[in-house]
């Protein structure tokens, strides 16, 4: 069976508490799956279609499942996320989602709930998508 998979997301904005400690736990962690922020400041940070910033008022608290390679990565990600802020959620294993589905979780300095999940072997089109403006509305 073949997916094509659109960008159903276009972006992910996660509102902390405590940017620093969040800076802190989404670097090791993304830094574990092979990734790094594609943008920083001050006042926030970002990886991709990720963007945080500390709230104003009430933080977020979602569930947020990054893709991993392999079967290592979910384990990195984990490893990382404990050693870095993150609480224990489930630690790596397989789940009874749908057979092949390599999964841990860990809650991020505000609560949310991160997940890195393999899904098992598969061929892809491409490793990422190139999104250039045409100018035109």
């Known amino acids: 069976m073949h997916h094509h998979l659109g960008r159903l997301i276009d972006h992910i904005h996660l509102r902390v508490a ?3 400690a969040s800076r802190m736990f989404y670097r090791a962690v993304l830094q574990a799956m092979g990734r790094s922020f594609t943008s920083e400041s001050p006042r926030h940070f970002a990886c991709d279609e990720l ?3 500390r709230a104003d008022g009430p933080v977020s608290r979602v569930h947020l499942a990054f893709q991993a390679r392999d ?3 979910v384990r990195a990600f984990h490893a990382a996320a404990l050693a870095h802020g993150g609480r224990e959620n489930g ?3 397989e789940r ?3 057979p092949g589905y390599y999964a841990a979780f860990a809650f991020d300095p505000d609560g949310n709930n991160i997940e890195a ?3 098992g ?3 892809r089109s491409a490793d990422s998508v190139l999104v250039e403006p045409t100018g035109e509305a």
Do not use: I, N, Q, R
């Open 71 to 73: 079967l290592d990565t």
């Open 96 to 98: 009874s989602y749908h």
């Open 91 to 93: 630690g790596p294993g």
């Open 117 to 119: 999940v393999f899904h």
């Open 121 to 123: 072997p598969a061929k």
């Open 51 to 53: 963007w945080v910033d």
């Open 18 to 20: 405590d940017l620093e």
